[in-house]
């Protein structure tokens, strides 16, 4: 493929005012990603456990475990990054418990949401604040 100056010039201008977006379109994304887990259920607090540091020296590879017992589904959400929707993690009958924990990436100081799907149908949610002094995604 080649591209003319030109479009090389149009590309980069487009990357960086795409960079400059308001935070309010990343809090816009992360609603839509919360209704469309939940159909836009209330959502309750009891029955999720978030575990997530309080400081990351780095946000490249930020520690975050979630455990919800009797839960079908637990969606993992970082509010302030530019795809907030981390995982989603479906358990089965067979599950043995309802634990997950994995490794995230964070761009800045910000909060990360579980929310979990029970079996009765109801959701239950549970956030961390989250300082990052390195930024994960390029800062």
């Not at 978030?50 to 979630?66: D, K, M, R």
């Not at 637990?74 to 309802?98: D, H, K, W």
């Not at 949401?113 to 930024?135: H, N, P, R, Y």
Request: aromatic share 4%; charged share 10%; hydrophobic share 50%.
């Amino acid at each position: 493929m080649k591209l003319s100056r030109r479009d090389a010039l149009a590309l980069g201008f487009g990357g960086i005012a795409a960079s400059l977006l308001p935070m309010p379109l990343w809090a816009e994304a992360t609603d839509e990603a919360i209704a469309a887990f939940t159909g836009g259920a209330a959502i309750g607090t009891a029955g999720v456990t978030l575990t997530a540091p309080e400081i990351a020296e780095n946000g490249n590879t930020v520690p975050v475990s979630v455990s919800a017992p009797g839960a079908t589904a637990i969606m993992l959400l970082a509010t302030g990054n530019p795809t907030p929707a981390v995982a989603t993690f479906n358990f089965g009958p067979a599950a043995g418990s309802q634990n997950a924990a994995t490794r995230i990436r964070l761009a800045k100081t910000q909060k990360v949401v579980a929310i979990a799907k029970l079996a009765d149908g109801s959701f239950a949610q549970a956030e961390s604040t989250v300082k990052v002094t390195i930024g994960g995604c390029g800062g």
